[in-house]
């Protein structure tokens, strides 16, 4: 009895984790005023309208036909809407806002999906089904927690869309203060030889997505690290000493693309002619120097070798971030929660901009690394490809397997719109190198 009120509860948990996660998303689509839904504000995406019917046809495509009762209704809205797109350097999309249905058919659309989800997901047949331990085969434990981390991983890439969208296109939403100023200079750390628990345990209760598996330990050789994110202000620095127009700082691939899209600063940056201003959420400011600096792979790669440094390592991040002078971990997933010995910092929708890289002193590793989780995912080097043993997910196979192609890298810890349950130390984030949007912060590492 005790294990099936468990399991019960369990799953009134998940459900109501959804019920959040859809907060969350129904209230950004809110923020952008109805006549600009067709707009397109990163060139390589979809627009706008796309996303208000693919969280939805996501979950429905997903669950359908592994809920009793469910037949679909609108194939056609089922296909449009399944599909995002990964940027890719060979073209971008051209069409129209006349290829797309209208608002009024989408939230019909959209309305119908959840009415029926939620009558299958909430029926006493499947209740009866999880309380009595006969879920298993179907896993709808597994699939309620892909619906919900997939829309909270939108909730996080549509704020990079809204980004760009132009201040009258959008509704201004309040944020909290960023608290800290520059703080005291902080020098490198070095980080003694050590292992590092990468990946997660298929013996855990825990969700993980499959590029998470399997967990393993690696031994990291002994490297110093930057004790904080790279600044704007010394991203400055790096632009004032001619880092834009010096090959010798970028790959090959990077200055080919630099050159070809004529990039000589972050996107996040404008130049108001006679000083630099940052393009935040809502208002444009003057450029914190104190916040970390996002810019693509590419961008970061070539700060680094400007500054005689590299990008760390996938297992150097975990090192640094997680790892103790003894063989113990600082991180721990429990729950699909971060415990920290002291957790706090800009993450799970504190804040729509990032704030300065001191304002969490608390928010360090056991060796004084400040500011990893939260404030701006971090790039690594380490290319995005399956840990020994990977197996894709029955149910999505090309999650993660369609970008094991070289072109897309590794980043860790989260930003201020990343999620709680994606802090978890396994999570891995991915992108491709000249991708300016993402919430992506770096620090550097010597050896």
């Given at each position: ?7 019960t ?8 984790r959804?019920?959040?996660a859809?907060t969350q998303t129904?209230?950004l689509?809110?923020?952008?005023k ?6 397109r504000p990163?060139?390589?995406?979809h627009r706008i309208?796309?996303?208000l ?5 996501f979950d429905?495509?997903l669950?359908?036909d592994?809920?009793?009762?469910l037949a679909?209704?609108?194939?056609h ?5 399944a599909f995002g797109?990964?940027p890719?350097d060979?073209g971008?999309?051209a069409d ?5 249905p209208s ?9 119908r999906l959840?009415?029926?989800?939620d009558?299958?997901l909430?029926s006493?047949g499947l209740f009866k ?7 298993r ?8 927690n892909v619906?919900?981390?997939h829309?909270?991983m ?7 869309m ?5 201040y009258e296109?959008?509704?201004?939403q309040s944020?909290l203060?960023a608290?800290?100023?520059?703080g005291e200079?902080r020098?490198?750390?070095e980080?003694?030889a ?7 345990s ?6 993980g997505w499959d590029?998470?598996?399997n967990?393993?330990?690696?031994e990291?050789?002994?490297f110093?690290i930057d004790a904080?994110k790279?600044?704007n ?5 790096f ?6 127009e ?12 630099k050159?070809?899209s004529?990039?000589?600063h972050p996107v ?6 006679d000083a630099?201003?940052y393009r ?7 450029l914190?120097l104190?916040w970390?600096?996002y810019?693509?792979?590419a961008?970061a790669?070539a ?5 005689g440094?590299k990008?760390?390592t996938?297992?150097q991040?975990h090192?640094?971030a997680?790892?103790?002078p003894?063989?113990?971990e600082q991180f ?7 415990s920290a010995?002291?957790?706090?910092g800009?993450?799970?929708f504190?804040?729509w ?5 001191s304002a969490?002193p608390?928010n360090?590793?056991s060796?004084g ?6 404030n701006g995912?971090?790039w ?10 990977f ?5 999505y196979?090309?999650?993660s397997?369609?970008?094991f192609d ?9 930003s201020a719109?990343?999620a709680?349950c994606?802090l978890?130390?396994s999570f891995?984030?991915?992108f491709?190198?000249h991708?300016?949007y ?10």
């Amino acid at each position: 009895m005790a294990s099936a009120q468990r399991r019960t509860e369990a799953y009134h948990s998940l459900l109501s984790r959804l019920a959040d996660a859809r907060t969350q998303t129904d209230q950004l689509f809110a923020f952008v005023k109805p006549g600009c839904l067709y707009e397109r504000p990163i060139p390589e995406r979809h627009r706008i309208v796309f996303y208000l019917g693919h969280l939805e046809a996501f979950d429905w495509n997903l669950l359908r036909d592994r809920l009793p009762g469910l037949a679909p209704f609108n194939k056609h809205f089922d296909n449009l809407f399944a599909f995002g797109i990964d940027p890719v350097d060979d073209g971008l999309p051209a069409d129209q806002p006349e290829d797309w249905p209208s608002i009024a058919e989408v939230a019909r659309y959209n309305h119908r999906l959840r009415e029926a989800l939620d009558g299958a997901l909430r029926s006493d047949g499947l209740f009866k089904s999880v309380a009595n331990g006969h879920n298993r085969d179907t896993s709808i434990d597994v699939l309620l927690n892909v619906t919900i981390e997939h829309r909270l991983m939108h909730a996080e890439t549509l704020a990079y869309m809204w980004h760009q969208l132009p201040y009258e296109q959008k509704i201004a939403q309040s944020q909290l203060q960023a608290s800290g100023g520059i703080g005291e200079t902080r020098s490198a750390i070095e980080i003694p030889a050590g292992a590092a628990t990468l990946g997660a345990s298929h013996s855990g209760s825990a969700f993980g997505w499959d590029n998470e598996y399997n967990q393993h330990v690696v031994e990291v050789p002994s490297f110093e690290i930057d004790a904080d994110k790279v600044t704007n202000g010394e991203f400055l620095q790096f632009m004032a000493e001619g880092g834009y127009e010096n090959p010798a700082f970028w790959s090959n691939d990077g200055w080919k693309w630099k050159t070809e899209s004529n990039i000589f600063h972050p996107v996040f940056w404008r130049w108001a002619g006679d000083a630099w201003r940052y393009r935040g959420m809502f208002e444009e400011l003057p450029l914190p120097l104190d916040w970390p600096v996002y810019g693509s792979y590419a961008e970061a790669g070539a700060y680094a070798r400007w500054a005689g440094k590299k990008l760390p390592t996938e297992e150097q991040w975990h090192r640094a971030a997680l790892g103790t002078p003894n063989p113990s971990e600082q991180f721990h997933s429990s729950e699909n929660q971060i415990s920290a010995p002291n957790p706090d910092g800009n993450f799970d929708f504190l804040r729509w901009d990032p704030a300065p890289v001191s304002a969490y002193p608390r928010n360090q590793s056991s060796f004084g690394v400040r500011g990893c989780i939260g404030n701006g995912w971090e790039w690594t080097s380490s290319v995005f490809k399956p840990f020994s043993g990977f197996q894709p997910f029955p149910f999505y196979p090309g999650y993660s397997a369609n970008f094991f192609d070289g072109r897309h890298y590794v980043l860790k810890g989260g930003s201020a719109r990343t999620a709680r349950c994606m802090l978890r130390p396994s999570f891995r984030n991915w992108f491709q190198p000249h991708y300016q949007y993402v919430y992506a912060a770096f620090r550097c590492v010597s050896d």
